[in-house]
C-alpha cells in the first residue's frame, strides 16, 4: 500500500483519520496499519487505542454496513452475514446488524425487487423458467428460501 514505513506515532493520526472518515471494522484497520509496515503488537496496541477513543466500533460498523448495503444494494439478509463474515465481524455483532433490519421493509424490498425482476421478465414464454431465473435473482441477492417462495406465490398465480 505504502512503499513509506510509519512509526507507530506517526501512524495513529493517519488511522483515527481513516477511521473517522468512515465506520470501518478490525480487519481493515489491522490491513491498513500493517501496510504501514507496523508489527503485529504495534497494530494491536493502537487497535486498543481506537476501541478506547471509540474511534472503532466493530458493532457500530456491522449495524451502519448492514443498513447501508440493505437500503442502497438492497441486499438480503444471507448475503449481508456472508459478507460481515468475511470481515470477520463477530456473531454477536452479526446478528444485532441483522436484528436493526427493519422487518416491513425488508419483506416490501424484497416484493419490490421480485415484481421489477418480474416484470423484466415479459418476454420468457414459459411459466417455470421465469419463475426459476426470478427465484435465483431474489436468492443472489441474498434473501432466504421460505421468503422468496411466499412472494412467488403472491406474484405467479
Known amino acids: 500500500m505504502y512503499s513509506q514505513k510509519f512509526t507507530p506515532q506517526q501512524a495513529v493520526p493517519k488511522i483515527k483519520q481513516f477511521c473517522a472518515y468512515q465506520e470501518r471494522c478490525h480487519s481493515e484497520i489491522k490491513e491498513k496499519l500493517y501496510g504501514f509496515g507496523l508489527t503485529t503488537i504495534e497494530a494491536e496496541e493502537i487497535i486498543s487505542k481506537l476501541i478506547e477513543e471509540n474511534f472503532l466500533n466493530e458493532e457500530r460498523f456491522a449495524i451502519q454496513f448492514a443498513g447501508g448495503k440493505f437500503r442502497i444494494k438492497q441486499w438480503g439478509r444471507i448475503k449481508i452475514k456472508y459478507e460481515l463474515k468475511i470481515k470477520n465481524v463477530s456473531e454477536y455483532c452479526i446478528k ?62
Open 96 to 157: 444485532k446488524a441483522l436484528f436493526a433490519i427493519n422487518d416491513s421493509d425488508y419483506l416490501a424490498t424484497l416484493s419490490k425487487l421480485a415484481d421489477a425482476k418480474f416484470n423484466s421478465l415479459k418476454n420468457e414464454k414459459n411459466p417455470f423458467a421465469k419463475k426459476k431465473k426470478l427465484h435465483a435473482h431474489l436468492r443472489l441477492k441474498g434473501y432466504e428460501g421460505d421468503l422468496i417462495q411466499e412472494v412467488l406465490i403472491k406474484l405467479i398465480k
